[in-house]
T-cell receptor, first 112, second 118 residues
Framework: SQQGEEDPQALSIQEGENATMNCSYKTSINNLQWYRQNSGRGLVHLILIRSNEREKHSGRLRVTLDTSKKSSSLLITASRAADTASYFCATALSGGYNKLIFGAGTRLAVHP | GAVVSQHPSWVICKSGTSVKIECRSLDFQATTMFWYRQFPKQSLMLMATSNEGSKATYEQGVEKDKFLINHASLTLSTLTVTSAHPEDSSFYIC??????????????FGPGTRLTVL
C-alpha cells in the first residue's frame, strides 16, 4: 500500500509564482525523496532529505521535513512553464534495501 | 553518470502472450533493482525488489508467477509479464541502486516501458 499522501493533487499557477506541495507519511523513514515526472516519461530525482535533516535547498527547490508530524514539503520558487510536471514524494523505509514507497503525486501546471 | 536504460520503450502484444522488459544500468553496477508499475494519472506502485544473484522479493498482491523477475548480472534485470491480459497494460519503470556509489540512497530510474495488451 502507498505510504505517502500528497496534497494538493493538482496545482495550477502562473509563471513566477511559488509552488508548494506537501507530503505526509505513516511509518518511520530513513530518508524522503522528491521526484519529478514529465507526462509519460521516467522519473528525475530532485532532492533527498535524511530523517535527521530538517531543511534542504537545491537551486529553486526547498524541501522541509518534520519527522514529528511525518510530513514534508517541496517549495519551487519563481516557477517556470518548464516546471510543469507531476511531483512525487517517496519515502525510503528504515531497514531492507531502501525500497521507495511513493505518494500519490501532485500535478503542477505552470502557465506562461 | 548513473544512467539506467529500459528496452523496449513501448510494446504492444496480443492477450495471452509473454513480454520481456529489460532494465540495464549503463555505467554502474546495480546490486539492487526495483520494478514499479504506474497506471495513467496514478503513482508508482512497487512490484518487487531484485538483488543480483538471488530471488526477487515481491510486494503483497503481486503475483510472482505472472511477473517473473531475473537479475542475472550486476547490470541487467528483466521483467517478464507472462500470459499478458489487457489489465496488465501499464507503464513499467525500473530503478537501480548501487550502495557503493556516492549518494547510495538514491535510486536511478529508467525511462519506462509502456505495455499495451490487446
Amino acid at each position: 500500500s502507498q505510504q505517502g499522501e500528497e496534497d494538493p493533487q493538482a496545482l495550477s499557477i502562473q509563471e513566477g509564482e511559488n509552488a508548494t506541495m506537501n507530503c505526509s507519511y505513516k511509518t518511520s523513514i530513513n530518508n524522503l525523496q522528491w521526484y519529478r515526472q514529465n507526462s509519460g516519461r521516467g522519473l528525475v530525482h530532485l532532492i533527498l532529505i535524511r530523517s535527521n535533516e530538517r531543511e534542504k535547498h537545491s537551486g529553486r527547490l526547498r524541501v522541509t521535513l518534520d519527522t514529528s508530524k511525518k510530513s514534508s514539503s517541496l517549495l519551487i520558487t519563481a516557477s517556470r512553464a518548464a516546471d510543469t510536471a507531476s511531483y512525487f514524494c517517496a519515502t525510503a523505509l528504515s531497514g531492507g534495501y531502501n525500497k521507495l514507497i511513493f505518494g500519490a503525486g501532485t500535478r503542477l501546471a505552470v502557465h506562461p | 553518470g548513473a544512467v539506467v536504460s529500459q528496452h523496449p520503450s513501448w510494446v504492444i502484444c496480443k492477450s495471452g502472450t509473454s513480454v520481456k522488459i529489460e532494465c540495464r544500468s549503463l555505467d554502474f553496477q546495480a546490486t539492487t533493482m526495483f520494478w514499479y508499475r504506474q497506471f495513467p494519472k496514478q503513482s508508482l506502485m512497487l512490484m518487487a525488489t531484485s538483488n543480483e544473484g538471488s530471488k526477487a522479493t515481491y510486494e503483497q498482491g503481486v503475483e510472482k508467477d505472472k511477473f517473473l523477475i531475473n537479475h542475472a548480472s550486476l547490470t541487467l534485470s528483466t521483467l517478464t509479464v507472462t500470459s499478458a491480459h489487457p489489465e496488465d497494460s501499464s507503464f513499467y519503470i525500473c530503478s537501480a541502486r548501487d550502495p557503493r556509489l556516492a549518494g547510495a540512497d538514491t535510486q536511478y530510474f529508467g525511462p519506462g516501458t509502456r505495455l499495451t495488451v490487446l
